[in-house]
């Protein structure tokens, strides 16, 4: 990759992972994508933010603009139903990069057809291996940060909400 001046580009991917891509995949190409994928998961699951305020609000009786007292005895729902479908996103963008393990496989095919150099590499796997070490990686990116994601929210919530308005056992919830 040339910018305008003709000079080398700095790539921020490192080099080192040309070898996990077919040969002449545009392996940038192929991360930007993946990333722009995590990016609108985790827009997605920003709407558990919607659902949170309008529980909290539900949580005060407002007299007054600017003017909130506490309802006595109220309880906020819980954390899991708040979540709701938030995470989702993120185990179906999973789902969305095995299948780019299909892609990396019919890449093989096209233009140069590379299929013919790889089965002449003496390590068999070296194919296997080029299809499923990238999307294999941001699997595990996306789940960490789905993970990530729900430890957050899951703070908020814990910070944001009046503590006698929380039910006991919340991070218990989340499994069920």
């Not at 994508?33 to 995590?38: F, N």
């Not at 949170?52 to 954390?79: C, H, S, T």
């Not at 708040?82 to 179906?92: C, N, P």
């Not at 009046?162 to 919830?173: D, L, R, S, V």
Request: with cysteine.
């Amino acid at each position: 990759m040339k910018n305008e001046q003709g000079g080398r580009q700095k790539r921020w991917f490192p080099e080192f992972m040309k070898r996990f891509a077919p040969p002449g995949m545009d392996t940038d190409r192929q991360v930007n994508g993946y990333l722009t994928g995590l990016f609108l998961m985790l827009l997605f699951s920003v709407d558990y933010f919607v659902r949170y305020q309008n529980a909290w609000r539900g949580l005060f009786y407002w007299p007054e603009e600017g003017e909130k007292i506490l309802i006595p005895g109220v309880v906020m729902p819980d954390f899991s139903e708040l979540l709701g479908e938030s995470l989702r996103g993120f185990f179906l963008y999973c789902l969305i990069l095995l299948a780019a393990v299909v892609w990396n496989y019919l890449y093989y095919y096209q233009g140069s057809r590379s299929i013919y150099l790889m089965k002449r590499l003496p390590n068999p796997m070296e194919r296997h291996k080029r299809a499923w070490v990238l999307p294999l990686l941001a699997v595990g990116v996306t789940l960490l940060a789905a993970f990530v994601v729900l430890v957050l929210y899951y703070e908020f919530y814990m910070i944001v909400t009046p503590k006698q308005c929380i039910a006991p056992g919340q991070w218990h919830k989340i499994w069920r």
